[in-house]
């Protein structure tokens, strides 16, 4: 039996993330180089929500990132919102050379903080830093409202996949810590960490490994 559950779970853990902001900020392209390793130019923007999943590895511990990417467009935000709760960790992106999906993030965080727990790791995400010459945003006031607002930060390039690793795999890093220390309660529904049974995995998972994200929708980058 213990085999069986080895073999049916391998992982020890699943971590639920959101990937919030505006339309065309890159989020279902971050997802996607995360994920599958590639860059999907001029897709479509998303239509409420997209999925997708990585097995990585911290420590000794093999854990499923199951991440949800929202739409940006205002008017699927009451359907997008509900996909807030239970996540462990929020990765806030804006786009460096566009001023006003920064001038936006106050928004997009009061929804986080409110409809997330407390002990939700939220990352706020510079995206585009492939597009210097375009630069509307500092690094500096956006590392700035980070610290104001209690948040990593971090700048990536979805197109080059600078950084994106780390923006996914230090968030989960933060949320581990926060198990071992014990601020999570995994016996608490709603905390966006599940414990799997018997899941220590087996050495054929890889920490690159991914399931592709099903179709429907994209990012325009």
């Not at 085999?3 to 853990?13: G, R």
């Not at 991440?67 to 997008?80: H, K, L, M, N, S």
């Not at 920064?102 to 995206?127: K, Q, Y």
């Not at 500092?138 to 994106?164: C, D, M, P, R």
Request: aromatic share 10%.
């Amino acid at each position: 039996m213990a085999a069986a559950s080895t073999k049916e779970f391998p992982y020890e853990y699943i971590f639920k993330y959101i990937i919030i902001g505006d339309m065309g900020v890159g989020k279902s392209c971050l997802l996607h180089q995360f994920t599958e390793n590639k860059f999907i130019p001029d897709s479509p923007h998303t239509i409420g929500v997209e999925f997708g999943t990585r097995i990585i590895e911290l420590g000794s511990k093999k854990i499923k990132l199951q991440i949800w990417d929202t739409a940006g467009q205002e008017r699927f935000r009451a359907v997008t919102r509900s996909y807030y709760r239970g996540a462990a960790g929020a990765l806030l992106v804006y786009d460096i050379t566009r001023r006003q999906t920064f001038n936006h993030l106050t928004s997009w965080l009061t929804d986080a903080r409110n409809m997330t727990n407390p002990n939700t790791v939220i990352m706020l995400i510079g995206n585009k830093r492939d597009l210097e010459a375009q630069r509307d945003v500092t690094y500096e006031e956006a590392n700035k409202f980070a610290e104001e607002n209690g948040l990593i930060f971090i700048e990536t390039s979805a197109k080059t996949g600078q950084n994106v690793e780390d923006a996914f795999l230090k968030t989960a890093s933060m949320i581990f810590q926060c198990v071992q220390d014990g601020s999570v309660d995994l016996a608490t529904e709603g905390g966006g960490i599940t414990q799997r049974p018997g899941g220590n995995g087996g050495s054929s998972v890889s920490p690159t490994t991914a399931a592709p994200a099903p179709a429907g929708g994209g990012c325009s980058c």
